[in-house]
């Protein structure tokens, strides 16, 4: 069975999205923002890598959904090859 191509493209379409989008992102809440700012305004290196640690925080859930598919996809690929040499 192949995978539906539409499908395939709405992926590649919205990882595409997302990859243009997170350089531009702010992955704070106002509060940790204003905490972060006046911290470097002050001298202090707190705040330099919040926005970093938020996004790869955010980026790790998509990391295991992939890695959980690529796994499913490659057993299905083995199954599929197993058994069109059985016939």
């Given at each position: 069975m192949k995978p539906n191509k539409h499908i395939i493209l709405?992926?590649?379409?919205?990882?595409?999205i997302l990859?243009?989008?997170?350089p531009d992102?702010?992955?704070?809440?106002?509060?940790?923002?204003m905490s972060a700012e006046s911290n470097l305004k002050d001298g202090g290196?707190?705040?330099?890598?919040?926005?970093?640690?938020?996004l790869f925080l955010l980026s790790t859930p998509y990391l295991i959904?992939?890695?959980?598919?690529?796994?499913?996809?490659k057993n299905k690929k083995k199954a599929s090859d197993e058994a069109s040499n059985a016939h």
């Open positions: 709405l992926l590649l379409t919205t990882l595409f990859w243009l989008a997170l992102l702010q992955a704070q809440c106002p509060m940790c923002r290196t707190a705040g330099k890598g919040l926005n970093t640690g938020i959904i992939g890695f959980l598919g690529f796994l499913y996809w």
